[in-house]
Each structure stands twice: as C-alpha cells, then as structure tokens.
C-alpha cells in the first residue's frame, strides 16, 4: 500500500470525527471516498496532510510514518491535497498560480516550465487563459486550476476534495475526465472525496463509505454501484 491508514482517531474538542478508522490506497490506484454530510471525509484528507493532530493512530506512507513528518514534508514526499473550496490566488495569473503550486520550481526552473507546459496541454482552457488573472476565472476554471497547481509538484498521490463542488453537470463530467486521464495515462494515484456517488464509481476503482467517522462498505466501484445499501443511500433510484 502507498497509503495506510491504522485506526485512526481524530475528534474536534470532545467529538470524534474518526474512530478507528481504517483504509488504504495502492500505488496506482483510484480510490473514492463518499459519505454523507459530516461523516469524515474532509477531516480524514486534513489529517493524511498534516492539518489536523489524531488522537491516535497511524498513518504511512510509501512505509513512513506521516505522523512524524511535518505537514510540508508530507508535500515534499509527494502527498498533494486540492482542498474543498478553491484556493487559487486571485491576483496572479493562471500561469503564476501554477508555478507558485511547483515545489520543484523554485529548484529547477526549466523541470518547472516542462511542467507548466504538461499542465496547459491537459486542461487546454487553462492556457487559452494562461495571463489572465485567477480571481476573474469561472468556477469550472478556478478548479481546474487549483487541479493544476497540485499537479506541478509531480505528487504520487493526488487527493481532492469534492471538486466538483459547485461546477455545472458538464463541467462535473469534463473535471472528471481529467481525473480518469490522469489516472490512466498517467498512472497517478489518486485518493478523491466525493458526494457525486454514482460519477465517481464510474471513474474510480475502488471505494469507501464513511458513516459518522468509522468506513461503512467498501469495495471495487464495481460492487458499491450494485450495493443495495450504497443504492439506498447514495445512488437514488435510477441505480
Ligand atoms: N473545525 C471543526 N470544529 C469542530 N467540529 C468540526 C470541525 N471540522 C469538522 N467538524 C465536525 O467533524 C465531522 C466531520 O466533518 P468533515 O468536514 O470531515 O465531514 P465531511 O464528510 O467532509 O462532510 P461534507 O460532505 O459536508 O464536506 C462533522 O460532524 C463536523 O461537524
Ligand atoms: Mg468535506
């Protein structure tokens, strides 16, 4: 596993948001974690970055204990979150954006622009607007880019947090196909939070239910989309 995660127990004051929680991501691998309104979700990302202290528990990575890493030494590891909201600088351009999201870049200018240069081929709407400023771009753009600046520091382990969060249905598949693109062709590993349940079965291979702070089901994407229980609760009743 390139991420581990051994009963992990993270509460805010006296309220456990995870308890004992356990789930793991190969290298590789795209892994979906959904769940409902304040089951976890978010609090298990901030914790695999280093925002968020546990209670107990363990948390590896590539073998190495993250709870002994400083939260930029976990990025420098190569653990890249795109957190809820995006978190873009509005008065830079989308080309500075990206390249203050390089970790890389300030070591190795030209491994920077090659970078850039990856990023705008990926999201082509990215370099049509590459001087224009982060704070004018549309919401669909804003994560894209957001998506990108993760994506300069060449993470090997991708985790988002609902990107598509406010993004209209197209806009929805077309982030999510970046995502499959990434994964395939890339061979990414990616860690994605989701309430849009039944698009990201589709693209993932495996998932997570969360259920106030402990993992509910989990299986191939395959299997969640027929689980009566994830139908029930996640999918409605088109299935
Ligand atoms: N800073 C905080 N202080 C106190 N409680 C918090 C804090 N952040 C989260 N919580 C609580 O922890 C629980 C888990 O929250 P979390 O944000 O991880 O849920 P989530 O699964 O990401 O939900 P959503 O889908 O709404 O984003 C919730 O009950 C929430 O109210
Ligand atoms: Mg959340």
């Keep these: 596993m390139l991420l581990e995660i051994k009963d992990l127990t993270v509460a805010y ?4 948001a995870l308890d004992n929680l356990n789930l793991g991501v190969d ?4 892994v979906v974690l959904l769940g409902a309104n304040g089951a976890g979700k ?3 990302l901030r914790a695999i970055s280093g925002l968020l202290k546990p209670v107990h528990g363990h948390i590896l990575f590539d073998g190495k204990d993250l709870l002994k890493t400083q939260s930029f030494r ?3 590891l190569g653990i890249a979150h795109v957190p809820e909201g995006r978190q873009i600088f509005p008065d830079h351009t989308v080309a500075e954006n990206l390249q203050l999201g390089g970790y890389t870049a300030r070591k190795d200018l030209a491994k920077s622009n090659a970078a850039l240069e990856e990023i705008f081929q990926l999201f082509p ?3 049509e607007r590459r001087d224009q400023k982060g704070g004018t771009l549309s919401g669909g753009e804003a994560q894209m880019l957001a998506v990108g600046r993760a994506l300069m520091g060449q993470p090997r382990l991708l985790m988002l947090d609902e990107p598509s969060l406010g993004l209209a249905p197209r806009l929805v598949i077309e982030m999510f196909g970046y995502l499959k ?6 061979g990414l590993t990616i860690l994605l939070v989701e309430q849009q349940a039944r698009l990201a079965l589709q693209i993932s291979q495996r998932g997570y239910v969360l259920e106030r702070g402990v993992v509910a089901i989990s299986g191939t994407s395959e299997s969640l989309k027929d689980d009566p ?3 029930a ?3 409605g009743h088109a299935g």
């Design 27 to 30: 290298q590789g691998e795209f």
């Design 125 to 127: 709407r990215l370099a």
């Design 233 to 235: 609760a996640y999918l």
């Design 229 to 231: 229980a994830v139908v």
């Design 181 to 186: 693109r990434l994964h395939k062709e890339k």
């Design 42 to 44: 978010t609090t298990t």
């Design 74 to 76: 976990r990025s420098e």
């Design 13 to 16: 004051g006296g309220a456990k």
